[in-house]
């Protein structure tokens, strides 16, 4: 009777285990609500797009058998700590096999710790800053370009530019990423030949940018490089308008590729330049997709907000992980990373191939806001579209 | 100089809008004794309320202050008399509780009802401005520190004059005295709430055109607001302008000499010092 009673309580254990064993399970844990939920839910959408996606098409190839993909997400409420949590629980007590990333640098940062910790491969696509992968992990992947690189395009534009400008203004918010692109960007300013006349550091969240402002102008300062979060720079478009301070050139590393950008400014988000290292192209064949134009659309369709260089990263981590378990030919972690350190293909976002350190290298393409449609204006190839430059000021718009 | 005198002028109106958010928190805590941690929360709705109200009912933004405020002073009042009236002779560490529970809440009904999308409200003279011997002032910012001027006199008129004035300080003072005279203190609570909280409306719609709207706007302006009825004192709304132009100011120059990434090392650094040499507030009454 024990017996039978013992066999039955490890019948019920054992089954629901058998049947997730079918299932590759990725583990993540976004921003769904808190400060930054606006951008937490592209890599939610994107995730869960990508997994629906590859399982329509049959799901992944790991050895012999075709597995499915499956996705535990937690909200991290824009909380560090608690997203550290999550991942450890994750690891831990979910059992998952890989782990996909949060959003933002701090966030990967942090929760790259527990992917190295447990040995577990973690593909992250929120996470920019170069402190992420210049400590020697080897189980974190990045595909989003690094943030020291987000304003080389817009400084070697900047040198190409009718009347040309001649002094710069870099301000940037204090965390990981943005100092990070504040750091790379300095060398770039003084290599191009430009005079750096203000460079300052604000604190996150700051909504009141009336003092860099009244500096600015003061300064009558040509270009104004913006490394900060996109809050701010609603602010900071906004400020310069009611206090009249129009520089010839202002840019910003965030914001303007959203609509959201657009909507919340109106007419007011014209002139203002931006970067980004995913534009939805036809020529961005990818394996699952089509095309990258094809996957915007489609992902239009199904969430009804246009999809960002955000969601295509987050797109590309899934991808990642199904080549590389492809390549791989089993679920063992260590296998897997090895593989996806050798992975190399064409994907919507772009050549998935990582460095050494374990992040791509994508093109920043300059955009800009022109008359309400978002242009691209600058590439690797040089000039696409004429950039609306200088910009007049705000009492002749 | 030149430089100087604009930053000096931007920190005066960032003071008056500074003053008009912190108020209606200096209102509830110096009668009711509550520290509304909800308030930000309150300025968040307000802000909306005049977002929807501009976008969809295509009405002014400062016309729909007043309907804003209105609105507000409803969910005030009923706050007030459902649930922190349970709890009105609780230690304050309840009413905290409480109130930092309604936080919560109202910011995350505000995220499924209104996503959390970044809003600004933009009429077409949101970015307007006069320029006076060189110093740049923007319209908006001056309306709002005249607003805020005008509201701190009204509630100053209402306190110490008006019959009903009379009765919620009177209750504050001696609810026992109060009773006996006819006060209804559950009333008077959930009216002075209420006016807390529709002073917060009237200041999110003012907000939302100079700056930028999300649902999770409201906790750093609870703890600005916080910071500016400490500097400030409790003892009359002249404190609140007292302290919420200190702050503007000190932010202001600290931004500019010091360096941006100390505007809030300085603001609260001040609190600190008051807090020692003047715990009662720049204004307060010492004893």
């Known amino acids: ?397 | 100089m030149q430089l100087f005198l604009q930053i000096l002028a931007n920190g005066v109106l960032l003071g008056g809008l500074y003053t008009l958010m912190a108020l209606g928190l200096a209102l509830v805590w110096g009668v009711l004794n509550i520290v509304n941690l909800a308030h930000g929360a309150f300025i968040m709705l307000g802000a909306y309320a005049c977002y929807y109200l501009f976008t969809l009912g295509h009405i002014d933004p400062f016309a729909a202050l007043p309907i804003g405020a209105i609105g507000l002073f409803g969910i005030g009042y009923a706050t007030q008399r459902c649930i922190l009236n349970l709890v009105m002779r609780a230690p304050i560490f309840d009413t905290l509780l409480i109130t930092f529970g309604l936080e919560v809440v109202f910011t995350y009904l505000a995220q499924l009802a209104f996503s959390a999308d970044f809003r600004t409200i933009n009429p077409s003279y949101a970015g307007a401005n006069v320029t006076v011997a060189g110093i740049t002032f923007p319209l908006v910012r001056i309306a709002a520190f005249v607003i805020a001027l005008g509201l701190t006199a009204v509630m100053w008129l209402l306190l110490l004059r008006s019959r009903l004035g009379r009765a919620i300080r009177a209750t504050a003072q001696n609810l026992t005295a109060a009773r006996l005279y006819g006060a209804e203190p559950r009333h008077l609570y959930a009216i002075t709430f209420g006016l807390g909280a529709a002073l917060a409306g009237a200041a999110g719609g003012l907000y939302g055109v100079v700056s930028q709207i999300n649902p999770y706007i409201g906790a750093t302006l609870t703890a600005k607001s916080f910071a500016i009825s400490i500097i400030g004192g409790l003892e009359s709304p002249l404190g609140v302008i007292v302290g919420g132009l200190a702050l503007g100011i000190v932010e202001s120059l600290t931004a500019l000499y010091i360096g941006p990434t100390f505007t809030n090392v300085a603001s609260f650094g001040i609190l600190v010092l008051v807090l020692i040499i003047r715990p009662t507030g720049l204004l307060g009454r010492t004893t």
């Open chain 1, 1 to 397: 009777m024990i017996r039978r009673l013992l066999f039955a309580a490890l019948a019920g254990i054992a089954l629901p285990s058998a049947l997730h064993a079918e299932d590759i399970l990725l583990g993540a844990s976004v921003q769904l609500t808190g400060s930054t939920a606006n951008t937490g839910r592209y890599y939610r959408d994107g995730y869960e797009f990508a997994i629906d996606k590859i399982n329509a098409t049959g799901g992944v190839q790991a050895g012999n058998a075709h597995q499915k993909l499956a996705l535990k997400l937690y909200d991290n409420q824009s909380d560090v700590n608690l997203s550290v949590q999550q991942y450890v629980r994750l690891v831990s007590a979910d059992k998952v096999n890989f782990l996909l990333g949060p959003f933002a640098s701090n966030f990967a940062l942090a929760d790259s710790a527990v992917s190295e910790k447990y040995e577990i491969p973690m593909v992250q696509g929120g996470g920019a800053s170069d402190q992420i992968f210049n400590r020697g992990f080897k189980y974190i992947f990045g595909t989003l370009p690094a943030a020291s690189d987000y304003f080389s395009s817009t400084v070697e534009m900047l040198a190409k530019l009718e009347p040309k400008p001649t002094t710069v203004a870099l301000l940037y918010a204090d965390d990981a990423f943005d100092v990070a692109v504040a750091d790379g960007t300095r060398p770039l300013v003084k290599k191009g030949g430009f005079t750096l006349a203000l460079d300052e550091r604000y604190s996150s969240n700051t909504s009141d940018f009336s003092s860099l402002l009244s500096e600015i102008k003061s300064r009558n300062v040509d270009a104004v490089l913006v490394a900060g979060h996109e809050t701010e720079i609603l602010n900071f478009v906004r400020q310069a308008k009611s206090l009249s301070v129009s520089p010839k050139f202002y840019s910003f590393t965030v914001g303007v590729p959203t609509a959201d950008f657009r909507q919340a400014l109106g007419a007011d988000a014209n002139w203002a330049f931006g970067m980004t290292p995913w534009l939805p192209s036809p020529q961005l064949k990818d394996p699952y997709f089509g095309d990258a134009e094809e996957f915007a659309k489609a992902y239009k369709a199904k969430f009804g907000y246009d999809p960002d260089y955000h969601a295509a990263s987050a797109v590309a981590d899934v991808e990642a992980f199904a080549q590389a378990i492809a390549a791989a030919g089993s679920l063992e972690p260590n296998k897997v990373r090895d593989a996806l350190a050798k992975l190399d293909f064409e994907s919507l976002d772009g050549r998935i191939s990582f460095s050494e350190k374990g992040q791509i290298a994508l093109p920043q393409t300059v955009i800009q806001i022109q008359n309400g449609n978002l242009v691209a204006v600058y590439g690797s190839k040089g000039f696409v579209e004429k950039p609306m430059y200088p910009m007049p000021p705000w009492s002749e718009r």
